[in-house]
């Protein structure tokens, strides 16, 4: 099983939108394996987007990312990263498609939710970044049979 690394930003927390962004998840048939509300440290945010460090908007992405809260999340199933990313919708949530969480939640690019791995290499290493192998849980949903063949 494929695992990806999901992030609800500050502004996500704030509004108050955990349980809806997390159930949108659980509800395709994700498995939760990793979970944890967290303040990030400035280190960790700009390990984070340390490939956005020449550019120039980098400072307010470290920023905002160390503001408030993220509740940092680790998804494993057949394919979730590129499902995820569907149901996460584009980066601009003006150009996302209702029914996706920027499209149904999101108003400015800056301000846009939820970040989620952009392919399985970028998954692992974001997870790891994220997460003690410790901190992430191997079990078995009874539902499994019902999602799977």
């Known amino acids: ?59 307010g992405l470290v ?9 940092a999340i680790v998804l494993e199933g057949d394919g979730v990263v590129a499902s995820a990313r569907k149901i996460i919708g584009a980066t601009n949530p003006l150009a996302s498609e209702p029914g996706t969480i920027r499209g149904d939640f999101g108003v400015n690019i800056g301000r846009n939710i939820i970040h989620g791995s952009d392919a399985v290499e970028t998954a692992q290493s974001e997870i790891a970044l994220w997460f003690k192998d410790e901190e992430l849980v191997s079990w078995d949903p009874t539902m499994t049979a019902w999602i799977y063949e």
Do not use: W
Not at 30 to 59: C, I, N, T
Not at 63 to 71: A, H
């Open 1 to 59: 099983m494929e695992r990806t690394f999901i992030a609800i930003k500050p502004d996500g927390v704030q509004r108050k939108l955990v349980s809806e962004i997390i159930g949108r998840f659980e509800k395709k048939g994700f498995k939760l394996v990793g979970l944890k509300l967290m303040k990030v440290s400035k280190e960790l945010a700009e390990q984070h987007y340390g490939v956005h460090k020449e550019r120039p908007f980098f400072p």
């Open 63 to 71: 920023e905002f990312i160390t503001s408030s809260p993220v509740v």
